[in-house]
């Protein structure tokens, strides 16, 4: 199975992302995992990174691109996945279609997580505070809600065109968002 997750910052993906691999034996891979990693690292890549964040951005598709296609070609990663933080761009998803065209596969569905906007920006203030998350910050935090927004939007159309869209609350407890996103798959891929 072949998965992507998207959904505004604070909603959940990460978390949700671990409970459905784990449902369906996939590896979860985040581009914000690998990111971090990299800055707590002090990597080049990691300072690159770190600058970028800093400033609410995202990293350059070429960088993303590249991480992500060579992570999809590790062993664990033969038999399915579920993609949380990418695609984000129109490049990003061009990228990953070749990449997938260019080993026979496909995505089977991608999930997006959907919530108003209060709700998260409260949920990621008070993350901010117990996991000491310099990226999270209120100004921080609005400005990257409207770059997803508008980022997002576009891909959300291309993969509701492609028949692949699963939309569902993101908001409830962790076990609650769990059970509506593999009821909702499990419909969507019998």
Do not use: C
Request: charged fraction near 25%.
């Amino acid at each position: 199975m072949r998965l992507l997750i998207m959904g505004p910052p604070g909603v959940g993906k990460g978390t949700q992302a671990k409970d459905i691999a784990a449902h369906y034996g996939i590896p979860a891979i985040s581009t914000g995992d690998i990111f971090r990693a990299n800055v707590k690292n002090e990597t080049p890549l990691g300072l690159e990174v770190a600058r970028i964040m800093e400033i609410g951005g995202y990293v350059p598709d070429e960088i993303t691109d590249s991480i992500v296609e060579n992570r999809l070609a590790e062993a664990d990663a033969a038999n399915g996945w579920l993609l949380d933080g990418y695609p984000r761009t129109l490049g990003q998803v061009e990228s990953l279609d070749k990449v997938l065209a260019g080993t026979g596969t496909a995505i089977d569905a991608v999930i997006s997580l959907v919530a108003a906007e209060e709700p998260l920006i409260a949920r990621l203030l008070k993350r901010a505070e117990i996991e000491g998350r310099a990226d999270d910050n209120e100004e921080t935090i609005k400005h990257r809600m409207a770059v997803y927004n508008e980022a997002t939007d576009p891909l959300l159309a291309i993969y509701r065109e492609r028949g692949l869209l699963v939309e569902v609350d993101g908001i409830g407890a962790i076990p609650e968002v769990a059970q509506r996103i593999t009821s909702a798959l499990d419909a969507k891929l019998s």
